[in-house]
């Protein structure tokens, strides 16, 4: 296998993970929404910074998403440890409505970036994963 083959092959791998990281921080977003109980709350908020640590090292995220949404990020986990003070009813609001923004930004350039991938050939067009998971 080439280089280039395996650097492609790295990327494919890379992005689906990111995907998957990315619906399950979306999961767990979700049920920050529902829940009402403090004690499962704080569970998912400490969850949901787990989970955004495993985003950021995502290699497809560092490489490419996170140089596009840069500011958006750094102010998400500025505003993140400053909600991490506040009781947990008002953390929840103000979760939600943080993430909802970010995801908006994260969702407008993953897009955008899958497409030009797709047309070089670097992400794999026909991939059924990929293809459900941008939607």
Do not use: P, W
């Not at 529902?34 to 569970?43: D, H, I, P, S």
């Amino acid at each position: 296998m080439s280089d280039y083959d395996k650097k492609k092959e790295d990327i494919q791998l890379s992005y689906e993970s990111f995907v998957e990281e990315k619906a399950r921080l979306e999961y767990t977003l979700n049920k920050i929404k529902e829940e009402t109980g403090k004690k499962k709350l704080e569970k998912l908020f400490t969850k949901i910074d787990n989970e955004l640590t495993k985003f950021e090292n995502n290699q497809f995220f560092t490489h490419f998403i996170v140089q596009s949404i840069r500011v958006e990020h750094d102010l998400l986990i500025q505003k993140i440890n400053r909600v991490a003070k506040k009781e947990t009813t008002d953390k929840k609001k103000e979760i939600i409505q943080m993430f909802r923004g970010y995801n908006a930004s994260l969702t407008t350039v993953l897009v955008k970036l899958v497409l030009v991938l797709q047309e070089e050939g670097i992400l794999n067009n026909g991939n059924a994963k990929t293809e459900r998971n941008l939607v």
